[in-house]
Every structure is written in structure tokens, then in C-alpha cells.
């Protein structure tokens, strides 16, 4: 009987063990206690880097300083906002945006990125026709990257490595061992980027959490702002960064409804254009698109406007 006793003495109850936890929370350092909330099944943050990634070959018609202050605007708005610092930027524009460049910042993205972090991707670049389709690029387009003259064919271009197939590009993002990827693809064809670009590649990672914006649909063309200094997406995608608080996909959404009725009428006054020079109309309306299958964008909250030092 005394030894039971003593067991009942020196083993607490429930009640005291519960109210002795209570106290040693409330008195832990709020560092502490966030990381007493991540034990308990909160998953931490991801560590957010940004890749912005801007051609305009100088042989289209378009200054080559539209690309630049397309990558300058959106990566300003952009990093503050997911609180990726100066070291987690990483800028390739113009003749810094060459295959060679890309591969390069791809591998050293490789060695530093892992399953804690996110790498967001903004590209601002051309897209050209492939003319041999195969069975690993149906498709047959390429990213144009930098090149001091246009190649005489894409085939070419691609074999001699200044372009890289949309295959081949999605095939170097699959190598960079982030545990997030969101692709914003701003280009001049975005209907010949398969909107299951990465999870039908044949390298896809199946539980990589991967989202895809478009800047415009099938059939359209991406615009440029009414002044020509900057593609239009670009444009509402830095505005709706700087004004809107919640998440990634709440910046989107109002950045894609500020490209489409922007467009209409740049397109009215294309479409004047054509028909009085007797030209074909293109199709300009823009209604930028979102493939994001496990709301990927809905996930990624913002540091709030007030705090990023944007307003």
C-alpha cells in the first residue's frame, strides 16, 4: 500500500501536466512559440526566389528596352511582395538571356534550391514556330533566346543551341529540385505552350506542387501597353502587385482582368490599323490564362503592402 502510494505522489495528473504546458507556452518568446505552432502541423514558409528571364531580339520590331522594363517592373513589385531578398533575385535580360546564360543560372539554381523553397519564374520572351515536330516536342516551338541576327530556321537555332525547345526548357526547370515552381510565361504565342507544359513533360515531378500563367489564351497575341514600353501584362501584374493583399492568386486575378479590358482598345485601334493597310487581323484580344491544379497560387500568401515597402 505505501509503495502504490508513492506511485500516485510522484507520477502528476493529467490536469497539473495540461496546466504546467499552459504556463510554459504562455511564457515562451513568440520565436519560440511559431515554432512550437510548426511542430504542432503548421507547414513552415517556403524560402521564395524569383527568376526573371527577358529577350527581345533586336530584330523585332519592338525596343529591346521594352524587355528590360518589363523584368525591372514585375521583379521590383514582385520580390518585396514574397519577401525574396537581394541574393533570391536573379535577372537574365538581353544578351544576358542567351541559352548558355539560362543553363548556366539553372544549374547554379540547382545546387542551391531544395524541397524548402519556391522559385517563381518570369519569362518575357518570343516564342518561334519549330518547323520539324517530333514526338518529345509535338508542339515544335522554342523560347528565342538572345542572338545578335535572327537564325535562318528555328531547327537550326535549336540544334546549334541559341534557342531551347519548350520541351527542353521544361526539362531544365524539372532539374532545379525546388519544392514549388510557378511558371508566368509573358510571350508573343502562348498558344504554343501546351497548358500541361510540365506535368505532361516526361520528367515531371508528379508531387511537385507546379502552377503555369499565361499571359493571354490560344489565338491571341500578348499586347503591349497603349505607350509600347512595356508588354501589357507586365504592366498590370506590377500594378496589381503593388495595390492587392491576400495571395498570389488574388494578384493574378486582378492583373488578369486589368490586361483584358486594357486590350480592348489597343486591339480597336490595331484592328483600324490593319484594315486600312490592307493587312490580316490577328486576333489581339487578351485574356491571360491560369493552369494551377493544386492551387499552388492560392497558397503563396503576400507580405502585406504596407510592410513591403511598395505603397
Known amino acids: 500500500m505505501a509503495a502504490k502510494a508513492k506511485d500516485r505522489r510522484t507520477c502528476p495528473s493529467r490536469a497539473r501536466v495540461v496546466a504546467f504546458l499552459a504556463l510554459l507556452c504562455a511564457a515562451l518568446p513568440a520565436g519560440l512559440a511559431a515554432t512550437g505552432?510548426?511542430?504542432?502541423?503548421?507547414?513552415?514558409?517556403?524560402?521564395?526566389?524569383?527568376?526573371?528571364?527577358?529577350?527581345?531580339?533586336?530584330?523585332?520590331?519592338?525596343?529591346?528596352?521594352?524587355?528590360?522594363?518589363?523584368?525591372?517592373?514585375?521583379?521590383s513589385a514582385l520580390a518585396p511582395r514574397i519577401d525574396a531578398g537581394p541574393d533570391s533575385r536573379h535577372m537574365l535580360v538581353n544578351e544576358g538571356a542567351s541559352a548558355a546564360a539560362l543553363k548556366l543560372k539553372a544549374t547554379e539554381l540547382?545546387?542551391?534550391?531544395?524541397?524548402?523553397?519556391?522559385?517563381?519564374?518570369?519569362?518575357?520572351?518570343?516564342?518561334?514556330?519549330?518547323?520539324?515536330?517530333?514526338?518529345?516536342d509535338p508542339k515544335g516551338y522554342a523560347l528565342e533566346l538572345w542572338a545578335d541576327s535572327k537564325p535562318e530556321t528555328a531547327i537550326?537555332?535549336?540544334?546549334?543551341?541559341?534557342?531551347?525547345?519548350?520541351?527542353?526548357?521544361a526539362a531544365l526547370v524539372h532539374a532545379i529540385p525546388a519544392g514549388e515552381v510557378i511558371l508566368i510565361l509573358d510571350t508573343n504565342n502562348p498558344h504554343a505552350i501546351d497548358i500541361g507544359l510540365f506535368e505532361?513533360?516526361?520528367v515531371d515531378h508528379e508531387d511537385r506542387p507546379e502552377a503555369l500563367v499565361i499571359s493571354s489564351g490560344p489565338g491571341q497575341a500578348a499586347n503591349y501597353s497603349a505607350d509600347r514600353t512595356i508588354s501589357l501584362f507586365a504592366k498590370h501584374l506590377a500594378?496589381?502587385?503593388?495595390?492587392?493583399?491576400?495571395?498570389?492568386?488574388?494578384?493574378?486575378?486582378?492583373?488578369?482582368?486589368?490586361?483584358?479590358?486594357?486590350?480592348?482598345?489597343?486591339?480597336?485601334?490595331?484592328?483600324?490599323?490593319?484594315?486600312?493597310?490592307?493587312?490580316?487581323?490577328?486576333?489581339?484580344?487578351?485574356?491571360?490564362?491560369?493552369?494551377?491544379?493544386?492551387?499552388?497560387?492560392s497558397r503563396t500568401m503576400l507580405v502585406p503592402v504596407a510592410e513591403s515597402g511598395l505603397d
Open 239 to 297: 500594378l496589381a502587385l503593388g495595390e492587392t493583399d491576400g495571395t498570389l492568386q488574388d494578384v493574378m486575378t486582378l492583373a488578369a482582368g486589368g490586361t483584358r479590358q486594357a486590350a480592348i482598345p489597343i486591339c480597336a485601334e490595331l484592328k483600324e490599323t490593319l484594315a486600312s493597310s490592307g493587312q490580316a487581323e490577328n486576333g489581339c484580344a487578351q485574356v491571360p490564362e491560369v493552369h494551377d491544379p493544386q492551387a499552388l497560387l
Open 110 to 136: 540547382a545546387n542551391r534550391l531544395g524541397p524548402d523553397d519556391r522559385l517563381v519564374i518570369f519569362a518575357n520572351l518570343p516564342l518561334g514556330l519549330w518547323e520539324a515536330e517530333s514526338a518529345e
Open 37 to 75: 505552432a510548426v511542430l504542432a502541423g503548421d507547414l513552415p514558409a517556403k524560402r521564395n526566389h524569383v527568376l526573371a528571364i527577358g529577350n527581345c531580339p533586336p530584330w523585332h520590331p519592338q525596343s529591346v528596352e521594352v524587355c528590360k522594363h518589363s523584368l525591372d517592373k514585375v521583379m
Open 200 to 202: 505532361d513533360h516526361a
Open 156 to 169: 537550326q537555332a535549336i540544334g546549334d543551341g541559341t534557342w531551347m525547345s519548350a520541351s527542353a526548357f
